[in-house]
């Protein structure tokens, strides 16, 4: 592991036996021997459909599962061996589950956080009093943390989460359920505390808005295999390559060309799609006003959900986007 590395995954492994079978035939794969690093202060998506082996990974990366074959280490530590260690170092926040106590208020909750860590009481306020200033939970620290929202309990998650200051944060769909404000607020202080304090955040979701909102490096996993590990930026360079443009007609006649095809129609609006490898956007243009009487025109880039959503569906190859960042 390189001095600036948090995170240090080799060959990465892991087998469950179905119901408790011990015929090694009866096994499944969920995490097939990936292997990757984590620079400290990097705010990472960890991306991949249902089943894929993302829960897993996470698992066995704050200590919770023990790997089947490989190794890891976080922050120095083997994170079975050393869990109490590593719970120091590292914040947790599921999505689905609660780490405050349910009938508290919401300050004695941040108040027992402190103390479990031995935060000093003068520190330990002060720095409940930035995080309720930046999350908006002022108003809400006298409330048990049963009467909140969703989207209350799911700041006030983070906040517990980030009281201590851990190096880094393990982040399990934080924004599912929420509604637009309250994933902006999630947003904007996650993108505030790994700007300010460095924080390293390794971010797991199925909200791609997320991934292209916050994140410098996408990692994508299927079957149990790393399949891309790069930047959002390379994902849509390397597989990115469909093209749309949409465009309304003065006709109802369909457009029929050599360089695209019709991909949708709707009233006299068409969409065209063409591969920029192949076809400049001024050669489908030109073809299509030789043909057609156009109104308006509009090109469409492809987005991270459509591009993550033809690798999944096998339309395209995926290969790293780093030298020798994905195993197995």
């Not at 119901?19 to 794969?29: K, L, Q, S, Y």
């Not at 922050?75 to 508290?104: E, I, K």
């Not at 025109?297 to 096998?314: F, M, Q």
Request: net charge positive; with cysteine; proline share 5%.
């Amino acid at each position: 592991m390189t001095a600036a590395a948090v995170v240090d995954a080799e060959g990465l492994t892991k087998r469950f036996r179905r119901g408790g079978r011990r015929d090694r035939r009866a096994e499944v794969t969920a995490v097939d021997g990936i292997s990757f690093q984590v620079r400290a202060g990097e705010f990472i998506g960890y991306a991949g459909p249902n089943g894929a082996g993302k829960s897993t990974t996470v698992k066995m990366m704050t200590g919770i599962l023990l790997p089947t074959a490989g190794r890891i280490t976080v922050d120095g530590l083997v994170p079975v061996r050393q869990r109490r260690q590593l719970a120091r170092r590292m914040g947790v926040v599921f999505g689905q589950r609660t780490a405050l106590l349910w009938d508290l208020p919401l300050g004695d909750s941040f108040d027992l956080v402190g103390r479990l860590y031995a935060i000093p009481a003068a520190e330990r306020r002060a720095r409940q009093r930035r995080l309720a200033e930046l999350l908006e939970l002022g108003p809400l620290l006298a409330r048990p943390v049963r009467t909140l929202s969703l989207g209350q309990r799911m700041r006030a998650e983070l906040a517990a989460a980030v009281l201590p200051r851990p190096r880094l944060l393990f982040l399990d769909e934080p924004t599912i359920g929420l509604d637009v404000v309250a994933k902006g607020a999630v947003r904007a202080f996650l993108r505030e505390l790994n700007a300010t304090e460095g924080t390293t955040v390794i971010l797991t979701t199925h909200d791609l808005d997320d991934i292209a909102r916050l994140c410098s490096r996408l990692m994508i996993i299927d079957t149990g295999r790393l399949i891309y590990d790069g930047t959002v930026e390379g994902l849509l360079a390397t597989f990115g390559t469909t093209r749309v443009l949409v465009a309304d007609l003065a006709g109802d006649d369909r457009p029929e060309l050599r360089r695209a095809r019709l991909v949708r129609a709707q009233g006299r609006r068409c969409w065209l799609a063409f591969d920029r490898e192949h076809v400049s956007a001024p050669e489908v243009i030109a073809e299509l006003l030789a043909r057609h009487e156009v109104r308006d025109l509009a090109l469409e880039e492809p987005g991270i959900e459509d591009v993550v959503r033809r690798i999944y569906r096998g339309e395209v190859a995926p290969r790293p986007g780093r030298a020798g960042a994905a195993g197995g």
